[in-house]
């Protein structure tokens, strides 16, 4: 399967605890986003990749939450002292290089006790 | 700031009963128009990109239209299996997309 990958699929945590969540985007895309879901609502843009350099960050991105791509192909998304309202699947896509269309991965959901 | 609407909320169908979900957008220097459907639990699969107005592009049962305001998806004769959420989403000058918050489409036997 050449398309993006998320892990895990799933995560439960309790209020106050950190998750990290990965990416593998398509091999060939350079360019890695973030984004959140909720119930109903569609993708909220969280961050964004060029290789390895995070060229944008959303003002939903709070310092509890932070990207990492370090060798410009993974990426991981962490988040410090879980809230409540941190609850929802996190996505990621990737895209080529003058490349509009996103690729989405199968999302992380996570629930936040 | 750039602006997404999908309507309806919601749509239920006959099997063969073809329709139109609406996407309307604020955006300056639309770079893209983008059709996604999503699954429930799953992330969004990609259908169309159009850029510009009067652009049109079909696959199987869909067919996504643009004009400088609003885009619309067409079904023509939809089976149940065509059941999802539809979102759309604009890209204008930066590289995030802002997206609406979808129609969800149930096509009944």
Known sequence: ?113 | EDQVTQSPEALRLQEGESSSLNCSYTVSGLRGLFWYRQDPGKGPEFLFTLYSAGEEKEKERLKATLTKKESFLHITAPKPEDSATYLCAVQAGNNDMRFGAGTRLTVKP
């Open chain 1, 1 to 113: 399967d050449t398309g993006v990958s998320q892990n895990p699929r799933h995560k439960i945590t309790k209020r106050g605890q950190n998750v990290t969540f990965r990416c593998d985007p398509i091999s060939e895309h350079n360019r890695l986003y973030w984004y959140r879901q909720t119930l109903g609502q569609g993708p909220e843009f969280l961050t964004y990749f060029q290789n390895e350099a995070q060229l944008e960050k959303s003002r939903l991105l709070s310092d509890r939450f932070s990207a990492e791509r370090p060798k410009g192909s993974f990426s991981t998304l962490e988040i410090q002292r879980t809230e409540q309202g941190d609850s929802a699947m996190y996505l990621c896509a990737s895209s080529s290089t003058g490349g509009e269309t996103q690729y989405f991965g199968p999302g992380t959901r996570l629930l936040v006790l």
